[in-house]
C-alpha cells in the first residue's frame, strides 16, 4: 500500500557530509510526522530527528547540532542532511512515517534502511 524509499547513503570520511532522502509513495492520504532513526552494528535502534507536517523538529541525541531535518509536503520526502560525520555516525539509517491512507487508515510505515559508513 505504501513504500518508503531512501537513498543517499554511502561511505563519506571523517568530517564529511552527507544527505538523506526518504519518499513515501503509494496510497498516502496525508503524512503525519516523519523521521530517521539508526541502527548501528551490535547497538539497539536509536532516534536522529523527526519532524511534524507543520514542520516542527525533534532531535535525538545523535542528531543534534550536526544533522538537520527537513521535509517537502508536497513531494511526500523527508531529508537529513547529516555534517561533520564521525566514525561513530556509521549505522544503518531508516526513514520512518506516520501515514494516513487514502483508506483513512492510519499506519506506520519504515523503509529498507540505509547505510551509512564514516571511514577513512
Known amino acids: 500500500q505504501v513504500q518508503l524509499v531512501e537513498s543517499g547513503g554511502g561511505l563519506v570520511q571523517p568530517g564529511g557530509s552527507l544527505r538523506l532522502s526518504c519518499a513515501a509513495s503509494g496510497s498516502v492520504g496525508a503524512i503525519n510526522s516523519m523521521g530517521w532513526v539508526r541502527q548501528a552494528p551490535g547497538k539497539q535502534r536509536e532516534l536522529v530527528a523527526a519532524i511534524t507536517s507543520g514542520g516542527s523538529t525533534h532531535y535525538g541525541d545523535s542528531g543534534k547540532g550536526r544533522f538537520t531535518i527537513s521535509r517537502d509536503n508536497a513531494n511526500n520526502t523527508v531529508y537529513l542532511q547529516m555534517n561533520t560525520l564521525k566514525p561513530e555516525d556509521t549505522a544503518v539509517y531508516y526513514c520512518?512515517?506516520?501515514?494516513?491512507?487514502?483508506?483513512?487508515?492510519?499506519?506506520?510505515?519504515w523503509g529498507q534502511g540505509t547505510q551509512v559508513t564514516v571511514s577513512s
Open positions: 520512518d512515517a506516520d501515514i494516513l491512507l487514502v483508506s483513512g487508515t492510519r499506519i506506520s510505515s
